[in-house]
């Protein structure tokens, strides 16, 4: 959680999305004219992104959540409206740019976020501006009780965003659960927070540490996995392979295994309703061409790919033959 101005907020924004930069991440603006601003922004500093917003074409709202899903683009900007039935695991990061209605909305929105169950930044970026935005929003509402509820989820979002008190357990409360820890050792006041949301102060007490001398160098940031060559052609591949079977990248091979994370003995594919094996009666048929296009993957691989290459048709193997029987 970060209240912060206009400038900071876009700042921290690049920032956590260069963090994730090949991952997959969502970001929530408060209002359709965000959205677009947003997406604006976020071209200028060099980062595709796609905006989803209610008030936007059916068609390329469409489109936008389907390039999304298949990972033509990693970033996704929309509004509360962006969600629904959406259940893609490999979301690594989901930043809100405002102070949501409630609790309730908040839990609903971050929990997009790591559903494969691996490590993922859930950020809450808001403004002082904002409270005035949802009390103009409430005070437009036409019903006494609703303007009641509206207000009292006001000032129990507030509180969750300003308490030093672990989000977890303020999240379990509100929902009448009594954990028996007092710390998470995840959220922003139990643990560190992430290095991209680091306070200015300590960046820049870190900058001039180093200018001066004293203490040693940070170590070089190891490369992402997700940035090699390898990997990216991998993603290509199994994009090119959902398209027309008409099924998300993921189901094909999942980001863990193409980053080589997870042991591929460990991945057993998920049937879902009109999956490869329903709506490609003549799956066993497709099985040559696409191994032979790995296994020229594998043919260029240098020798530290070999053992990841090994894992990655291990897991298309298990793919077609699931989805074939």
């Known amino acids: 959680m970060r209240k912060c101005d206009a400038a900071t907020q876009s700042r921290l924004l690049v920032a956590a ?25 976020l071209a200028r500093c060099g980062i595709d992104a796609v905006g989803y917003h209610g008030k936007m074409d059916t068609e390329k709202r469409q489109r936008n959540q389907e390039r999304w899903m298949a ?73 006494q009780d609703e303007k009641e509820r509206a207000w009292q989820q006001y000032h129990t979002i507030r509180r969750f965003a300003e308490a030093a008190e672990c989000r977890h357990r303020q999240i379990c409360t509100h929902f009448g659960e009594t954990p028996k820890w007092e710390t998470c050792s995840m959220c922003d006041v139990c643990a560190a927070v992430p290095q991209w949301l680091a306070a200015p102060d300590a960046v820049q007490r870190r900058k ?49 295994h193409a980053r080589g994370d997870l042991p591929a003995g460990s991945f057993e594919p998920e049937r ?18 696409y191994l032979r296009r790995a296994r020229s993957v594998r043919r260029r691989a240098g020798d530290q790919s070999r053992k ?8 298309y193997n298990k793919i077609v033959h699931y989805y074939s029987r």
């Open 208 to 256: 001039r540490k180093r200018r001066g001398g004293a203490g040693r160098s940070a170590p070089a940031a190891t490369p992402k996995s997700g940035a090699s060559g390898l990997v990216e052609h991998m993603r290509e591949w199994r994009r090119a392979v959902a398209k027309p079977n008409g099924v998300p990248a993921y189901v094909i091979v999942h980001d863990s």
């Open 71 to 143: 990972d033509d683009v990693r970033v996704l900007v929309g509004t509360l409206a962006f969600g629904l039935g959406i259940n893609k695991p490999s979301v690594r990061a989901v930043v809100h740019l405002s102070l949501p209605k409630s609790i309730e909305q908040y839990y609903q929105e971050a929990g997009r976020a790591g559903r494969d169950g691996l490590p993922a930044d859930c950020a809450l970026l808001w403004q002082s501006r904002d409270a005035g935005l949802l009390a103009y929003f409430i005070e437009n509402l036409k019903g």
């Open 17 to 41: 999305l260069r963090a994730h930069e090949g991952e997959n991440a969502i970001v929530y603006a408060p209002t359709v004219a965000r959205v677009g601003e947003t997406v604006q922004y």
């Open 272 to 289: 879902t309703p009109g999956d490869i094996g329903d709506r490609n009666p003549e799956g066993r048929a497709l099985r040559p061409r």
């Open 308 to 315: 990841m290459m090994t894992g990655l048709l291990d897991c």
